[in-house]
């Protein structure tokens, strides 16, 4: 059994030699739990205050917790955080105000009206979109969100509608954000992204028409790049980055 411990978004790891480990024992006393879960075999809870100074655990945020973790591990951390945040958000039925419990590992009911719950995910979409250069040389449109905290580019992204289906989801985006027609789209991957709960879908897509026009209520910066002069681009854990590297790889 692991234990997932949590304070706030921090993540407990355990030190062994040069390398982490999610603990196989509780690394506090049962007393400082607060929620409690068993998700797929493990626990997972939250305690109220972080570790500190211990040899043996120290905290870290779950995002960096990718470069730290086997890959499995890193995805059973993000799944408890997701599940954790729910449960701290559904306290009450949204139907009836009543109190709801845990019926099932993932679903709660309510103690008054029976009403079933399920988390639910918020999906986006991200694309690369390609074209040709006036030269010959293939390039990519990438671009810097106002919600960047620094200053790496990134692929045009943003959430599903109701009503809509992942494909017009992209052409619907892109053409606000960039003013830019696309074709050839082709689906990529997914990937969960436990920031609070999401799921990014992500896709290809060809040049079809247009100037960019940035809406720039969402993003400061875009442009096209070919592969020798890219700009600062996102990190390795992002199925961005994945989209990118695997059009590198292709050139």
Known sequence: MKYFVFCQTDLVL???GDSYQIPQEPPVETKAWTTVMNIDGNKAYRIDQPIMGSERYEMCPLRQSYYKLPESDYLQAGK???LLYWDQNTRFCGVCGGPMHFDTPISKKCDHCGKEWWPQLAIAIIVLIRRQSHDGREEVLLVHANSFRDNHYGLVAGFVETGE???EAVHREVMEETGLHIKNL???ASQPWPYPCGLMVGFTADYDGGKIHLQRSELSKGSWFDRDHLPHIPEKLSIA???IDDWLEKQ
């Open 14 to 16: 355990e030190k062994v």
């Open 241 to 243: 980055r994945h989209l």
């Open 186 to 188: 082709r689906y990529f």
């Open 80 to 82: 408890c955080q997701e």
């Open 165 to 167: 289906t992942l494909e």
